[in-house]
């Protein structure tokens, strides 16, 4: 809800006192050049907030910090920002955590997001969510791996470390009106008399067909976005409306994928399908990169098809999905594809930087 409390980042630079970033604020660009798109921080939870900082502190963790190199807090020009409107100004920056799963055979899961989803549909991602002002990372991920999937590890049953932090700005997309919500993809302005104030913020615009609007359910419009996957944003797509950082983890599980398989018990209301995916498929995945706007064109050594499992009506079967959806890039305008989402193959790529090591 948006009147609870909130995670949110805060900066340090020099040893100065942490100040909290400012939703308009590029935190990468805070650490970097203008130039340049990634910093290395120390990053902690500290009373109830991240902080991010130049600096080493007690309890932090040295790690990379990316932006996307068209990200729209790196792009917006004064005139653009004024359109905004002081409430959004002023929300500061949420906090997020992903969750990559590696077995004790190498493979890691990636779910696919529910259709009916507001945010993310179709669109393959690691188990993620919000943080709550009590938690500690790895608590905030082991709670959504077992919401989203039916698996509870504890803590002691995983090793674990952060990967990066990815920062996020989701672009306005959804507009409510009245009782009811419409999408309009590539949606920049509001429509006349509609408030800024019921701008539902959305990382990816729903797979709709033709020109008819998607209704939002009514539990959706009250609900405050998490940062469970990351879209290319673009001030194409519109302006902002929610700025994260999102911190990716990596789970250690000492069980293989088939002992973890016995013991999932997905929520069909949020994941559609999950395949546990092998090193040579993601490191395809990453090699797919994001900025081409083209459908996914499998490497000759990979198979022609994957094996997932998908979801439906309450029952869950095996099923082959073509190697090439998860190749696929996301385009810049129009509709979106099902393909695996930019944050995931951040994390995909420290991850596979890892394990080379």
Excluded at 61 to 75: E, W
Excluded at 147 to 157: N, V
Excluded at 252 to 262: D, S
Excluded at 301 to 311: G, I, K, M, Q, Y
Aim: net charge negative; with cysteine; proline share 9%.
């Amino acid at each position: 809800m948006e009147g609870a409390a909130r995670v949110l980042v805060h900066l340090s630079r020099g040893g100065a006192r942490p100040q909290r970033a400012a939703f308009l604020q590029s935190v990468t660009g805070h650490f970097c050049a203008p130039h340049e798109d990634t910093a290395l921080v120390s990053a902690g939870l500290d009373c109830g907030r991240l902080v991010l900082a130049d600096h080493s502190f007690p309890g932090s963790t040295s790690v990379l910090l990316q932006r996307p190199p068209f990200c729209p807090m790196k792009l917006l020009a004064e005139p653009q920002t004024a359109t905004l409107p002081a409430e959004l100004r002023g929300r500061g920056v949420d906090v997020g955590v992903a969750v990559l799963l590696q077995t004790s055979d190498r493979r890691v899961l990636l779910t696919r997001r529910a259709p009916g989803l507001s945010i993310f549909p179709n669109i393959w991602v690691p188990p993620g969510g919000h943080v709550e002002p009590d938690e500690q990372l790895l608590e905030v991920g082991l709670r959504e791996l077992q919401e989203e999937t039916g698996l509870r590890l504890e803590p002691g049953a995983v090793s674990w470390r952060m990967l990066g932090l990815w920062e996020v700005t989701l672009e306005q997309g959804w507009w409510v009106s009245g009782s009811k919500g419409t999408y309009k993809p590539g949606l920049s302005q509001p429509a006349p008399g509609t408030p800024w104030g019921a701008c539902l913020s959305l990382a990816e615009p729903s797979r709709a067909t033709g020109s008819s609007p998607v209704q939002v359910p009514a539990a959706s419009r009250s609900h405050t976005p998490s940062p469970q996957s990351v879209f290319p944003p673009r001030l194409s797509r519109g302006l902002p409306c929610r700025h994260h950082i999102v911190a990716y983890l990596l789970l250690l599980a000492k069980e293989t994928h088939q002992q973890l398989e016995a013991r999932m018990q997905p929520d069909e209301s949020e994941v559609s399908a999950y395949a546990w995916l092998e090193p040579p498929v993601l490191e395809s995945i990453v090699a797919a990169g994001d900025v081409a706007e083209s459908l996914g064109q499998v490497p000759s050594h990979l198979p022609a098809t994957v094996r997932v499992t998908e979801l439906s009506g309450g029952q869950a079967q095996a099923t082959e999905l073509p190697t090439a959806t998860l190749l696929n890039t996301a385009p810049a305008h129009g509709e979106d594809v099902e393909r695996v989402s930019t944050g995931t193959k951040f994390a995909l790529q420290l991850w596979l930087d890892t394990t080379a090591k």
